[in-house]
């Protein structure tokens, strides 16, 4: 697995990896520090949100020809656990490839291996 898309400002932030698994499966990791808490001293909620964007986003882009130009529409997001310091992982996978809008859900895992969020989302393709 290699970096799949260019770095950007809030990629090197977060320090989020993203990598294409197959066609319609992205995953995505970053190691949490202090630098992404809340005040309540664990991983802030709109961080996992960024992280889902970004790896579910490369799951749709996977599935479209090279430079096609796609947006979010909607992404639900539910909490199942806090998110404290430790490797965090992002799995997205395309469950509806549409012509003009796609379907992905998207889960978190925490440092221990236990799901602390998941996900469903919609992106169109603008090209």
């Not at 990598?19 to 664990?42: C, D, L, N, W, Y």
């Not at 960024?50 to 882009?61: H, K, Q, R």
Request: hydrophobic share 45%; no cysteine.
């Amino acid at each position: 697995m290699s970096e799949d898309r260019p770095t950007s400002p809030i990629y090197e932030f977060l320090g989020l990896e993203t990598h294409v698994v197959e066609p319609g499966i992205a995953i995505g990791r970053m190691i949490v520090t202090e630098q992404h808490f809340s005040r309540a001293q664990r991983m802030h909620g709109g961080l996992v949100f960024v992280a889902f964007d970004s790896v579910m986003g490369l799951a749709v882009a996977s599935i479209l020809e090279p430079n096609t130009d796609l947006a979010t529409i909607e992404i639900s997001q539910r909490f199942i656990r806090m998110v404290y310091p430790g490797e965090l992982r992002v799995e997205a996978h395309v469950v509806h490839p549409g012509r003009k809008v796609v379907q992905v859900r998207g889960e978190a895992w925490e440092y221990r291996g236990k799901l602390a969020a998941t996900a469903a989302g919609a992106f169109i393709v603008l090209d």
